[in-house]
């Protein structure tokens, strides 16, 4: 039996792998942080250890265990767990990352898992913020040809069509850095996207399997406003700068715990980046 299972993006969050702070800098590897790195300084530990606190705290709060990923010195953005594993049905699938400065993050989490992968990407690149388990039997995995390309999406999308499941290949710009940064799922049924950049047909595709997107706009989800945690049991992640998006989703019926996680949005990644969940109940 695989010790972590994920059947979806919103089953009640049991157990999330996160990666303290004590290392994290800002780098230009995309466009979020090239535009924060033009006009403001590196932030200070303590300040992100404090960011960071608030997240670990909101996950407790949410019913989640925490893991903790040890950090390494020369991987400053290990603090994104989502991409270097995903978790599935059938167990952790290893990915494959993309920017030379991220790739030593495998050893890690190869360590946490105790090497334990269901799969373990090989061809291409893939990477877990364009991973998307709507619900089970249904994933779509984004395609931007940076990030993840077409052939390391495939491999993924091969695996899970082996199993039965019907998974999409969304293709975007990479100028997006990846997928979550333009969607992310809510609850069940409910998503949040930029329906400014999504295209229409992939939006159509979401309402025939029962999922309909709160918009969010461009400059927003720039801001990483679509970046959200669905804990289950109607309770959200989302960051406090959020402040429209958080009023939509309280207006859906969801509680949303909004720490300040200013400081790691700025640099290219929010709550859905800074946790890699290994458990989830549906």
């Known amino acids: 039996m695989a010790p972590w299972t994920v059947a979806s993006e919103t089953g009640a969050l049991t157990d999330v792998l996160v990666c303290p702070p004590d290392h994290y800098r800002w780098i230009p590897t995309n466009s979020i942080v090239r535009r924060t790195l033009a006009g403001a300084q590196q932030p200070s530990a303590l300040a992100l250890a404090a960011q960071h606190g608030e997240l670990v705290h909101a996950l407790r709060q949410g019913g989640a265990r925490v893991h903790v990923l040890p950090p ?47 799969r373990k990407s090989s061809a291409g690149t893939l990477e877990g913020g364009d991973i998307h388990i709507l619900k089970p039997g249904v994933a779509v ?8 390309d077409l ?21 975007f710009d990479e ?10 799922m809510a609850a069940p049924g409910l998503a949040v996207g930029c329906l400014d950049v999504l295209d ?15 918009d969010v706009p461009y400059r927003d989800a720039m ?9 289950g049991g109607g309770t959200v992640v989302s960051a406090r700068g959020s402040a429209r998006l958080n009023a939509l989703l309280r207006a859906e019926g969801l509680a949303v715990l909004d720490p300040d996680l200013s400081l790691f949005t700025a640099g290219g990644g929010g709550p859905h980046c800074l946790t890699c969940p290994l458990g989830r109940e549906e």
């Open 72 to 118: 390494e010195p020369h991987l400053p953005y290990m603090v994104y767990t989502r991409d270097s594993a995903v978790v599935t049905p059938w167990g952790a699938v290893l990915c494959q990352l993309e920017r030379p400065q991220r790739r030593g993050e495998y050893a890690g989490v190869t360590d946490f898992h105790g090497g334990a992968f269901w």
């Open 151 to 171: 052939v390391g999406a495939e491999q993924f999308a091969g695996w899970l069509r082996a199993e039965g499941w019907e998974v999409r290949i969304e293709p």
């Open 223 to 231: 801001a990483l406003g679509c970046n959200i945690l669905a804990l």
């Open 175 to 184: 100028h997006f850095l990846h997928l979550d940064v333009l969607f992310c």
């Open 141 to 148: 995995v984004g395609a931007s040809g940076g990030r993840t």
């Open 200 to 214: 229409a047909d992939f939006v159509a595709w979401l309402a025939g399997h029962g999922i309909r997107c709160l």
